[in-house]
């Protein structure tokens, strides 16, 4: 069984692994929250920013692959452009999370890290794979 899922989970292209590596590590955080003085809202922020995350990395896929199909000047403004509305966003999110007291704002960071933290895990992995496979 877990081989079969393994074989399926190569077949992924490399944005889908990294999405889903971003949500278990965003899990994977939310298992200190029993550590921060209000556990739920140290979740909560983790949640949130791992959503946003996830959410920011697939708007950047989406910006791309829309550029690649347009004039060379046209696609550098359309990605200079996404690339300035998600950081608005971005800093929306982290307001967002500061003045919510429902939200711990260094949950919230720790989510905004975790696809950060995914393409690292990715990274080790294909490297470790390509390692093996040349032994």
């Known amino acids: 069984m877990i081989m079969k899922t ?7 292209s490399l944005e889908t692994k990294i999405i889903i590596y971003g949500g278990l ?11 921060a003085e209000d ?11 791992g959503a946003y995350s996830i959410l920011n990395f697939r708007l950047m ?25 998600r950081y608005l966003i971005t800093g929306v999110v982290i307001y967002v999370a500061i003045i919510n007291p429902w939200v711990n704002i ?3 960071l720790l ?19 390509v390692l093996i496979n040349e032994a």
């Open 106 to 108: 260094i949950g919230v």
């Open 39 to 49: 556990p739920l809202a140290f979740a909560l922020g983790v949640l949130f920013g």
């Open 25 to 35: 590590v965003s899990l994977g955080l939310m298992l200190f929250s029993f550590l």
């Open 111 to 129: 989510g905004l890290v975790a696809v950060k933290i995914s393409v690292l895990i990715n990274t080790t992995v294909s490297k470790k794979n």
């Open 61 to 85: 896929q989406l910006t791309f692959d829309k550029a690649m199909k347009m004039p060379s000047a046209r696609a550098q403004k359309y990605v200079q452009t996404r690339y300035f509305l």
């Open 6 to 12: 393994i074989q399926i989970f190569d077949k992924l």
